[in-house]
C-alpha cells in the first residue's frame, strides 16, 4: 500500500511518520500532485497557523490538489480544520471539504485554558474510522480552535461547549486530536484508516 503524507509548511509530521512506521507502513512525504493522486491514502497532519498554512498550500496549488484527490484522506489537527470553509485564525478562508466554521476557543471560567492541551474523552462516534474503540475511548488534543458539531460530526468532545473531535465525508475523513500520540487508541485509528475500502 502506497502512503502519503502531504509535505507543507506544519510542524508533527514526523511524528506521524513514526506511528505508520510502527504499523509497518513506510510513506512518503510529498507536496507532488502525481506522487499524492497515486497514493492509496493520504494523511493531511499538522500543527501552526491556519492563515499561514493556507498561503503556502494555495501557492503551491495543493489546496486544489487535496480537495481534488479520491482515495481516503485523514485530516488531523489543523488539517481537519484546513479541510473546512473557513477558520476564524487570521479571518482564513480554506480548503471547503467540510461546511463548518472554525472558531476559537473563548474561555467562560477561569479554569478554561486555552489552548486545550491533555487527553479527552470522545463520544458519539460512528463510522469506520472509529471501529472497535470500546466505550470511552480518550484521545490527545492541542488546540485553541475548533469544529462546531456539523452534519460531518461523526465523534464528539467537549471542552467548554461540545465540538466535532472528528468529521467524515465521501472519501475524507479528520480528528482535531492526535492519533499518533494517542496510545493504543490513536494506533487502531489509524489502523481503521489503513483498512477502509474506497
Given at each position: 500500500m502506497k502512503v502519503a503524507i502531504i509535505k507543507y509548511n506544519a510542524g508533527n509530521i514526523y511524528s506521524v511518520v513514526n506511528a505508520l512506521r510502527r504499523l509497518g507502513v513506510a510513506p512518503?512525504?510529498?507536496d507532488r500532485a502525481e506522487e499524492?493522486?497515486?497514493a492509496d491514502r493520504v494523511l493531511f497532519p499538522g500543527q501552526g497557523n491556519a492563515r499561514e498554512a493556507m498561503a503556502y498550500l494555495r501557492s503551491h496549488?495543493?489546496?486544489r490538489v487535496i480537495a481534488g484527490l479520491r482515495q481516503p484522506v485523514l485530516g488531523i489537527c489543523v488539517g481537519q480544520q484546513l479541510l473546512c470553509r473557513h477558520s476564524e485564525e487570521g479571518d482564513t478562508d480554506c480548503i471547503g471539504v467540510f461546511d463548518a466554521e472554525v472558531k476559537r476557543f473563548r474561555p467562560e471560567r477561569h479554569e478554561d485554558k486555552v489552548p486545550?492541551?491533555?487527553w479527552n474523552e470522545i463520544t458519539d462516534l460512528s463510522?469506520?474510522?472509529l471501529n472497535g474503540l470500546g466505550p470511552h475511548p480518550y484521545t490527545y488534543f492541542v488546540h485553541s480552535y475548533y469544529v462546531p458539531l456539523c452534519q460531518d460530526t461523526v465523534a464528539t468532545a467537549h471542552y467548554i461547549q461540545p465540538y466535532s473531535a472528528c468529521l467524515h465525508k465521501g472519501n475524507f475523513y479528520a480528528c482535531q486530536f492526535h492519533p499518533e500520540k494517542s496510545g493504543e487508541t490513536g494506533e487502531r485509528i489509524l489502523r481503521n484508516f489503513l483498512?477502509?475500502?474506497k
Amino acid at each position: 500500500m502506497k502512503v502519503a503524507i502531504i509535505k507543507y509548511n506544519a510542524g508533527n509530521i514526523y511524528s506521524v511518520v513514526n506511528a505508520l512506521r510502527r504499523l509497518g507502513v513506510a510513506p512518503i512525504l510529498t507536496d507532488r500532485a502525481e506522487e499524492l493522486a497515486a497514493a492509496d491514502r493520504v494523511l493531511f497532519p499538522g500543527q501552526g497557523n491556519a492563515r499561514e498554512a493556507m498561503a503556502y498550500l494555495r501557492s503551491h496549488g495543493l489546496d486544489r490538489v487535496i480537495a481534488g484527490l479520491r482515495q481516503p484522506v485523514l485530516g488531523i489537527c489543523v488539517g481537519q480544520q484546513l479541510l473546512c470553509r473557513h477558520s476564524e485564525e487570521g479571518d482564513t478562508d480554506c480548503i471547503g471539504v467540510f461546511d463548518a466554521e472554525v472558531k476559537r476557543f473563548r474561555p467562560e471560567r477561569h479554569e478554561d485554558k486555552v489552548p486545550l492541551m491533555g487527553w479527552n474523552e470522545i463520544t458519539d462516534l460512528s463510522g469506520p474510522l472509529l471501529n472497535g474503540l470500546g466505550p470511552h475511548p480518550y484521545t490527545y488534543f492541542v488546540h485553541s480552535y475548533y469544529v462546531p458539531l456539523c452534519q460531518d460530526t461523526v465523534a464528539t468532545a467537549h471542552y467548554i461547549q461540545p465540538y466535532s473531535a472528528c468529521l467524515h465525508k465521501g472519501n475524507f475523513y479528520a480528528c482535531q486530536f492526535h492519533p499518533e500520540k494517542s496510545g493504543e487508541t490513536g494506533e487502531r485509528i489509524l489502523r481503521n484508516f489503513l483498512d477502509i475500502d474506497k
